[in-house]
């Protein structure tokens, strides 16, 4: 039961253009979404975050953006940076509880 | 700060073992959930527990179990292994805050860089 997906396995960019990574949920009860950056050999790290009572998050060249209406959150990476190639989870969950529900993970390369 | 430790980082057993994997959280951190990726599924969640309790825990058989200690570890335990779980096995713990109302809220949570189990 994938109650998050990220439908896109690979997303390729050029340096400096933007990166739009998407994910899609089913459980209208999630109100709490990250995601995580994973390089390989290592365990995923903590990018960014964002609760159902907002509608953008913004972190430096991160930002996410929720449609609760559309159960659909994106990350927007503005420049994208060689360094920024990893493997990208979003994940969700309930406000008040750890288990998180990831999806598959979209590999993004940033081309110089 | 030591971030999140897992013990092996590697291991190869054959159908039928059982295997023990261990986590150490980071300082201070009382939660600690445990995800299996495989390729393809993406992390699905295992378990979480805290205070030597197990709090959460996903859609997985009975055969994964784990349990924690009073100083936060974790260890998980896989019985009768079969070729099927053979994934990269990560902790994640995390601080355990709560909300205004007193209720744990979801955590930000910081993971190991894993146990690669093949089973053969």
């Known amino acids: 039961d994938q109650q998050v997906k990220q439908n896109s396995p690979s997303l390729s960019v050029q340096e400096g253009r933007i990166s739009i990574l998407n994910c899609d949920y089913t459980n209208s009860m999630f109100d709490y979404f990250l995601w995580y950056k994973k390089y390989p050999a290592e365990g995923p790290t903590f990018l960014i975050s964002?609760?159902?009572?907002?509608d953008k998050n913004e972190d430096g060249r991160f930002t996410v953006f929720l449609n609760k209406s559309a159960k659909h959150l994106s990350l927007h990476i503005v420049p994208s940076q060689p360094g920024d190639s990893a493997v990208y989870f979003c994940a969700a969950s309930l406000y008040n509880n750890n288990d998180m529900r990831f999806g598959a993970g979209t590999r993004l390369t940033v081309k110089p | 700060k030591a971030g999140v430790t897992q013990t092996p980082r590697y291991l190869i057993k054959t159908r039928g073992q059982q295997v023990t994997l261990s986590c150490s959280p980071i300082s201070g951190h009382r939660s600690v959930s445990w995800y299996q990726q495989t390729p393809g599924q993406g992390l699905q969640f295992l378990f979480e527990?805290?205070?030597?309790?197990?709090?959460n825990k996903g859609n997985f058989p009975g055969r994964f179990s784990g349990r924690q200690f009073s100083n936060s570890r974790s260890e998980m335990n896989v019985s009768t292994l079969e070729l099927g779980d053979s994934a990269l096995y990560l902790c994640?713990?995390?601080?355990?805050?709560?909300?205004?109302?007193?209720?744990?809220?979801?955590?930000?949570?910081?993971f190991g860089p894993g146990t690669r189990l093949t089973v053969l």
């Open positions: 527990y805290f205070s030597e309790t197990q709090r």
């Open positions: 964002i609760s159902s009572i907002k």
């Open positions: 994640a713990s995390s601080l355990n805050t709560r909300g205004l109302s007193g209720a744990p809220t979801t955590d930000t949570q910081y």
